[in-house]
């Protein structure tokens, strides 16, 4: 059973900076692209970015390019964002994101999600 | 990039009754739609992938249809269960864009 957990809600400031990160198990990890998604309370799902399985090509939307980004060590099976330059309007909840195979653009699994506040 | 419509933004049934629910994209994506469903309090689910292929474990009263700029996911015999909010995305063009969501109630 693929499985994706992770870590916990954070709250954080405007221009702060923070790390997500999503443990995987259940599948060969190496073997799949990852995306994160996010998902403000209350509203729909925006795609921000993808790691492709080795590792070596990353993608971003343009709200997030330059301030955000995706990482992932196949070691740990583990998959991170790391956030910075944080603004309000960043507040949602942050899923990691399995690709359906290989990279498709598509995703069958999601973790729970990790609610990230901006605030002051 | 692409923009996804959807229609309409709340669609009311009764159990028993088919729900058709509308994806419309600014520019042809062949038949590159993906649908999942979203259950109050839950995480996306991956329904159909590819406009018409369902994903594993997905029952046979949710079907898609479409290609171009125009796709259906059609739930035949509701079922309480399928309250959701039900979101279209496509993968053809980069960066791949979601639809605003049909919420779906069951009566």
């Known amino acids: 059973e693929v499985q994706l957990v992770q870590s916990g809600a954070v709250v954080v400031q405007p221009g702060g900076s923070l790390r997500v990160s999503c443990v995987a198990s259940?599948?060969?990890?190496?073997?799949?692209?990852m995306h994160w998604v996010r998902q403000p309370p209350g509203k729909g799902l925006e795609w921000i970015a993808l790691i492709s399985g080795p590792g070596d090509n990353t993608f971003y939307v343009d709200s997030v390019k330059g301030r955000f980004t995706i990482s992932r060590d196949n070691s740990e099976n583990s998959l991170y964002l790391q956030m910075s330059s944080l603004k309000t309007e960043d507040t949602a909840f942050y899923y990691c994101?399995?690709?359906?195979?290989?990279?498709?653009?598509?995703?069958?699994?999601w973790g729970r999600g990790t609610l990230v506040t901006v605030s002051s | 990039e692409f923009v996804v419509t959807q229609s309409p933004a709340t669609l009311s049934l009764s159990p028993g009754e088919s729900a058709t629910l509308f994806c419309r994209v600014s520019?042809?994506?062949?038949?590159?739609i993906v649908w999942y469903q979203q259950k109050p309090g839950q995480v996306p689910r991956l329904l159909i992938f590819?406009?018409?292929n369902r994903a594993t474990g997905v029952p046979a009263r949710f079907s898609g249809t479409g290609s171009g700029t125009d796709f259906t996911l059609t739930i035949s015999s509701l079922e309480p269960e399928d309250l959701a909010v039900y979101y279209c995305q496509q993968r053809y063009n980069w960066p791949p864009t979601f639809g605003p969501g049909t919420r779906l109630e069951i009566k």
């Open positions: 259940g599948f060969n990890f190496g073997a799949f692209s």
């Open positions: 590819d406009a018409s």
């Open positions: 994101a399995k690709d359906r195979t290989g990279t498709t653009w598509s995703f069958d699994s």
């Open positions: 520019q042809s994506v062949t038949n590159n």
